[in-house]
């Protein structure tokens, strides 16, 4: 599987990274299989965060593949903090660091590449948040670090505390249906609800600040609304991503996450498929280069609005 850079050059990840909210919902068997099946081919990044499965996803995955330092080498861990259940949001200096004790002792390591703050925490105090990426990083618990669904000012109000070029990551949902990201840019001084900026122009301030975007829930519409390939409720998308299949010789699952290869961000998608017959064909997403006609004809097969 090709690759990208992040941190100029610190890390090199998969073009698509496999999610592991739902793995524990499988059995041991089945869940080394998919483990396995991203591995052979290239896919060695795995997204996880404390909370996954009850907090149990992470010891689940580390079990299932047998962990042990030479399987570790091979993978790029990533987790994520700062959801606390009973609370909300927490990124205080000490949850944030007992929640990496945590996911470090479920994952079976003694490190992970990347760690992402989950959600924005109203009461951060970015100082903290500083002092704990400190302590995280000169102990070797953590080598790279990232945010996930913030917006331009959160992340330039953090990097004045923990550093300009410490944030490599910015995880947002984004797919085919669900790119108000993509929306936005397209109907600049538009008064239709497409043109409402939601999250601060973070396509395009990542790209100037060379902050990697990550596209969770590549396959769903809405806030997990279910997936939409293969579902009758979007009957042109469908159409749009069958037809592009039959050309590629790839399934419509697969012309999915081509589209988001696509977008010259370098978007990394971060599939969730349990599946692995269905993650084989994501792969397929990686040898597709859609052309900007095709790009087009899919965004506008989701009923999308043009100026
Ligand atoms: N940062 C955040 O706030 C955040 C939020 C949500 C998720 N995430 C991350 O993103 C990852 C992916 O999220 P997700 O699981 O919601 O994403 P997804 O890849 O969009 O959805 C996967 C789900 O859709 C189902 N599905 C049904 N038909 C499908 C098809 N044709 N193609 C693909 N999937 C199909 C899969 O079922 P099968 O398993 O049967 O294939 C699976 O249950 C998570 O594992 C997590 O790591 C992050």
Request: net charge negative.
């Amino acid at each position: 599987m090709k690759t990208y850079e992040i941190g100029n050059g610190a890390l090199e990840i998969p073009r698509i990274g496999l999610g592991c909210m739902r793995i524990n919902g499988l059995s041991r068997g089945d869940a080394r299989a998919l483990i396995e099946t991203a591995m052979d081919r290239g896919m060695n990044f795995f997204d996880h965060a404390d909370i996954y499965g009850g907090g149990e996803a992470e010891s689940f995955f580390a079990e299932a593949i047998g962990m042990n330092p030479s399987v570790r080498d091979r993978m790029i861990l990533q987790s994520k903090c700062g959801i606390r259940p009973g609370v909300a949001f927490d990124f205080s200096r000490e949850w944030i660091l007992s929640s990496v004790d945590g996911s470090l002792a479920r994952l079976k390591t003694d490190y992970l590449d990347l760690l992402l703050l989950h959600r924005p925490d109203a009461l951060m105090d970015p100082a903290e948040v500083a002092e704990a990426f400190d302590r995280l990083a000169s102990s070797g618990k953590v080598r790279h670090f990232g945010v996930s669904n913030q917006n331009p000012f959160q992340m330039e109000l953090l990097r004045k505390y923990v550093g300009a070029d410490r944030l490599l990551v910015n995880q947002l949902q984004f797919s085919l249906m669900s790119c108000g990201m993509v929306d936005a840019g397209l109907n600049v001084n538009m008064t239709v609800d497409a043109g409402i900026v939601r999250d601060g122009s973070v396509l395009d301030w990542c790209r100037l600040n060379d902050v990697r975007i990550q596209a969770w829930s590549p396959f769903q519409f809405g806030f997990f609304g279910g997936a939409f390939v293969g579902n009758a409720k979007f009957p042109e998308v469908n159409a749009a991503l069958d037809g592009l299949g039959a050309k590629y010789g790839a399934s419509a699952t697969a012309i999915a996450i081509a589209w988001i290869l696509r977008h010259p961000a370098g978007i990394q998608p971060i599939v969730g498929t349990t599946n692995r017959a269905r993650l084989a064909e994501v792969c397929e997403a990686d040898r597709i280069e859609l052309t900007r006609e095709e790009w087009y004809r899919l965004y506008m097969a989701g009923g999308k609005v043009l100026p």
